[in-house]
């Protein structure tokens, strides 16, 4: 039986690039299981996408190395690839949701041994219109804070500069109007945040309980924030959010769906996975069911 080839796509430029100087610590790890492994380093946004989308056929399994970010391109080029190869993921950018989400330790060479000492697990993805994502779709407060801050930033303070950054930017957050059709209900409000996501972690600032999230269920999970009317209703958001007591407040809307359906402003923009998204008046969001195979233990 001959080895087995594992394409390690990593972007250099990651969280505080701590990954680069375990390099040699990692293909040592993969070639000791069995691999032979090319690495190739991502140099601009889209490369990841590429090269997972035009190299996957000739590998027996892929492994991302970045944030989250970086394994939003890997797997957007895998699915696209229409290759079933299994991946793996070493976090390590600055914040991380999606390994946190999956309980991937936040060690480097411990979660290179988890890749290759684990079995292939499917799990749902998302596809927002054409354009796909791991685990959150995002608008309003917040959002804009996971794309915008600087890496500098974010490597120096993690997930407190989302935070910090959010707080500064609070006077100048607007309500956006919103049409939303799930599980045939109609949802129409001004929001001031939503989240359709696959994890119980966003950003660092909004986590949902293990017990609310299955990433392989085929079903997302939808949290809408109503534009507050007065500061006893900001502080009851506040509070039921970090409480996670999604159902007692008639501020928040809280539910499963595989499906999306939602009408809105052309300049309001999302996020996706961290990422920039520009704002479309229609869009489609379905959940893309046991898309891609992780490598977990």
């Given at each position: 039986?001959?080895?087995?080839?594992?394409?390690?796509?990593?972007?250099?430029?990651?969280?505080?690039?701590?990954?680069?100087?375990?390099?040699?610590?990692?293909?040592?790890?993969?070639?000791?299981?069995?691999?032979?492994?090319?690495?190739?380093?991502?140099?601009?946004?889209?490369?990841?996408?590429?090269?997972?989308?035009?190299?996957?056929?000739?590998?027996?399994?892929?492994?991302?190395?970045?944030?989250?970010?970086?394994?939003?391109?890997?797997?957007?080029?895998?699915?696209?690839?229409?290759?079933?190869?299994?991946?793996?993921?070493?976090?390590?950018?600055?914040?991380?949701?999606?390994?946190?989400?999956?309980?991937?330790?936040?060690?480097?060479?411990?979660?290179?041994?988890?890749?290759?000492?684990?079995?292939?697990?499917?799990?749902?993805?998302?596809?927002?219109?054409?354009?796909?994502?791991?685990?959150?779709?995002?608008?309003?407060?917040?959002?804009?804070?996971?794309?915008?801050?600087?890496?500098?930033?974010?490597?120096?303070?993690?997930?407190?500069?989302?935070?910090?950054?959010?707080?500064?930017?609070?006077?100048?957050?607007?309500?956006?109007?919103?049409?939303?059709?799930?599980?045939?209900?109609?949802?129409?409000?001004?929001?001031?945040?939503?989240?359709?996501?696959?994890?119980?972690?966003?950003?660092?600032?909004?986590?949902?309980?293990p017990d609310l999230v299955d990433m392989s269920d085929g079903f997302f999970e939808m949290l809408l924030v109503k534009a507050p009317k007065d500061l006893i209703?900001?502080?009851?958001?506040?509070?039921?959010?970090?409480?996670?007591?999604?159902?007692?407040?008639?501020?928040?809307?809280?539910?499963?769906?595989?499906?999306?359906?939602?009408?809105?402003?052309?300049?309001?923009?999302?996020?996706?996975?961290?990422?920039?998204?520009?704002?479309?008046?229609?869009?489609?969001?379905?959940?893309?069911?046991?898309?891609?195979?992780?490598?977990?233990?």
């Amino acid at each position: 039986m001959g080895l087995k080839k594992v394409l390690i796509i990593i972007n250099p430029c990651s969280g505080t690039k701590r990954a680069n100087k375990y390099l040699t610590d990692i293909v040592d790890i993969f070639t000791t299981a069995g691999f032979v492994a090319t690495v190739i380093t991502t140099t601009k946004r889209g490369d990841g996408i590429e090269y997972a989308k035009t190299m996957a056929k000739d590998f027996d399994l892929i492994t991302a190395i970045g944030g989250d970010g970086t394994f939003n391109e890997v797997v957007a080029g895998l699915v696209a690839s229409g290759v079933k190869v299994p991946l793996g993921y070493i976090p390590a950018g600055s914040t991380n949701d999606f390994a946190q989400s999956l309980h991937i330790p936040k060690n480097i060479l411990d979660a290179a041994r988890n890749i290759v000492n684990g079995e292939p697990v499917a799990i749902d993805i998302g596809k927002f219109n054409d354009r796909y994502f791991s685990y959150v779709a995002s608008f309003g407060a917040f959002t804009k804070a996971s794309y915008a801050t600087s890496q500098n930033v974010k490597n120096a303070l993690g997930h407190l500069a989302y935070i910090l950054e959010g707080i500064s930017s609070i006077t100048s957050i607007k309500a956006e109007p919103m049409k939303i059709t799930a599980n045939g209900q109609t949802y129409e409000e001004d929001f001031i945040f939503g989240a359709i996501s696959n994890s119980t972690s966003m950003g660092g600032i909004l986590k949902l309980s293990p017990d609310l999230v299955d990433m392989s269920d085929g079903f997302f999970e939808m949290l809408l924030v109503k534009a507050p009317k007065d500061l006893i209703d900001l502080t009851e958001i506040i509070t039921m959010l970090t409480m996670q007591d999604f159902e007692r407040s008639d501020k928040l809307i809280f539910l499963n769906s595989n499906k999306f359906e939602i009408e809105a402003n052309k300049e309001t923009s999302w996020s996706l996975d961290g990422e920039y998204q520009e704002g479309r008046e229609n869009i489609v969001i379905t959940n893309e069911h046991l898309a891609i195979e992780l490598m977990m233990r």
